[in-house]
């Protein structure tokens, strides 16, 4: 078999992996290489359709198929090849990688890899919750792809497990498409996401959070009939005599992320015991030559960060190449946001994913960081506005992540939300929202109502 050689090879196009291909290709690789799995680059953002990221890279508030739409652009642009659909299915020590293809089996001899496998979700075998085994039980990401890319509601009436921000998006998205979210369990005594999240995914709906709580049994022989919640003490362990009965028709667990390395276990890469990858300040893991970024390396809470991260391993395997002296990774920067609960009686500002505490008495503001912080917390006193992101269906059937190109009121967005569902996406809207089509770089949206991905993708590009 033919071993096709390149400089750097990246496994894995989530937004690490294209942005160490971009950075790699930049830094002077001549050959690099981006094999993934799926039959499109962008990784786990494809399917997250809500907004939020990009604030610190691109200054702008992005969905995640917009900021994968960039990343790709980028990529590409650096030279970098990317290819989907290769599978791969082990590495040796000595950097020759198998992937399989609809092709075949193709083997690849790369100077430098980086794994940027990302992660995995935690399921219900990992917290061995009790109970029957009926039909209901779903992972928050497995929710999140029926919903936002299959078009399937898993359910009406739901309990969320896991206050980690995954969980705390969804429960807004499935009030959004409709559903009761009648709670979200957490068993710590502080929500594990970030307050921002709290506060626009949870309070904002009105959506309960039971901290010290978690699902102590599930019930219903077939399909999901309800879930019995118990508050815990300070040991985690469920007090007797508080149990009650939530009736619901789905539990979604978002219950952790657990770093994606089988093939670097393959290769005999030593990983921590909580499977995240061991690595030195330069990205490097134990075999040389071979780095590591984004969630497979340790699980970050934004996607920023991973391409961040992405960037410098990819600088970083060109000068291991050249033998020169490699950039550090300052593991401290990733950890400013505040998580937990947003503090009492303040805004939480959005703006950024610092999440600054805002207060404002008697017309006085403080806890902001920034003149942006201190203009958003003057429009949520006078008129909170927001950006709706949803889907709409195509005529093909498929669903298209749309979003509404400015913001309206937030007592306006169920009513949004309606009126899109209502509608069909057609090229023939494309144009009327789009002035000249679906690709055309003017951002449309003339009857201020819907943004497309894709076209904004473009117009970022066209505006940058
Ligand atoms: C369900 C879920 C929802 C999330 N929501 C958010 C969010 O809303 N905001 C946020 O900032 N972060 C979110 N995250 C965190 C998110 O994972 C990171 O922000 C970011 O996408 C991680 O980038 P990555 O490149 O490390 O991994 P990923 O985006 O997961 O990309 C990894 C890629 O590697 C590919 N791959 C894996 N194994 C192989 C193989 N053997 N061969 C070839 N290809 C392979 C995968 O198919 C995937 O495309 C979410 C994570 C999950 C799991
Ligand atoms: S006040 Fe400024 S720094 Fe703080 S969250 Fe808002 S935008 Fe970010």
Redesign the pocket.
């Known amino acids: 078999m033919n071993k096709l050689l390149c400089d750097v090879l990246i496994?894995?196009?989530?937004?690490?992996?294209?942005?160490a291909a971009k950075s790699a290709s930049k830094s002077g690789a001549s050959s690099v290489i981006v094999?993934?799995?799926?039959t499109?680059?962008?990784?786990?953002?494809?399917?997250?359709i809500?907004d939020?990221?990009g604030l610190i890279r691109y200054g702008r508030a992005l969905t995640?198929p917009e900021y994968?739409a960039l990343a790709l652009k980028e990529a590409e642009d650096s030279g970098a090849e990317v290819l989907t659909g290769?599978?791969?299915?082990g590495m040796t020590k000595g950097r020759e990688v198998t992937?399989c293809t609809r092709g075949g089996i193709k083997t690849y001899c790369a100077g430098t890899v980086i794994l940027?496998?990302?992660?995995?979700?935690r399921t219900r075998g990992a917290i061995s919750i009790p109970g029957d085994r009926p039909a209901g039980v779903f992972?928050?990401?497995?929710v999140?792809?029926l919903v936002n890319i299959r078009n399937i509601m898993p359910g009406k009436r739901v309990v969320i497990l896991g206050s980690g921000?995954?969980g705390l998006?969804m429960a807004r998205r499935l009030t959004l498409e409709g559903a009761d979210v009648l709670a979200v369990a957490e068993i710590m005594p502080e929500p594990c996401g970030l307050a921002r999240n709290v506060s626009q995914c949870l309070y904002e709906f009105g959506i309960p959070l039971y901290v010290s709580t978690t699902v102590t049994r599930i019930i219903g022989k077939k399909k999901l009939e309800a879930v019995e919640l118990s508050s815990v003490d300070e040991n985690m362990k469920p007090i007797p005599g508080t149990q009650r009965i939530a009736e619901c028709d789905s539990l979604v667990l978002s219950v952790g992320?657990i770093p994606?390395n089988?093939?670097a276990k393959g290769a005999g890469i030593s990983l921590n015991p909580d499977n995240s990858m061991k690595t030195d300040k330069f990205l490097q893991t134990s075999i040389q030559g071979i780095f590591s970024?984004?969630?497979?390396?340790h699980?970050?809470?934004?996607?920023?960060?991973?391409?961040e991260?992405?960037e410098l391993a990819g600088i970083n395997a060109v000068k291991y190449m050249r033998g020169e002296d490699m950039l550090t990774w300052d593991e401290e920067k990733t950890n400013c946001m505040k998580k937990g609960f947003p503090e009492k009686d303040t805004i939480t500002c959005t703006v950024c994913p610092n999440g600054c505490q805002i207060k404002c008495v008697s017309g006085t503001y403080s806890g902001y960081k920034c003149r942006r912080g201190l203009d958003f917390a003057v429009q949520e006193m006078t008129d909170p506005r927001r950006v709706v992101t949803t889907t709409m269906l195509t005529g093909d059937g498929e669903l298209m992540p749309v979003r509404t190109a400015g913001t309206v009121r937030k007592s306006e967005v169920m009513e949004t939300i309606r009126r899109i569902r209502g509608m069909k996406y057609s090229e023939e809207m494309a144009d009327i929202f789009c002035g000249t089509g679906k690709y055309s770089a003017s951002t449309g949206m003339r009857q201020g109502l819907l943004g497309l991905c894709s076209v904004y993708y473009l117009f970022c590009m066209d505006s940058s």
Request: hydrophobic share 35%; glycine share 18%; net charge negative.
């Open positions: 496994i894995g196009a989530g937004p690490g992996g294209l942005s094999l993934e799995r799926d499109k680059p962008g990784g786990i953002l494809n399917q997250c809500h939020g990221f995640g994968a290769h599978h791969v299915t992937a940027a496998t990302g992660c995995r979700e992972t928050a990401g497995v999140q792809n921000d995954i998006i992320l994606e089988e093939i970024c984004g969630n497979s390396r699980v970050m809470d934004l996607a920023d960060y991973v391409s991260q992405g």
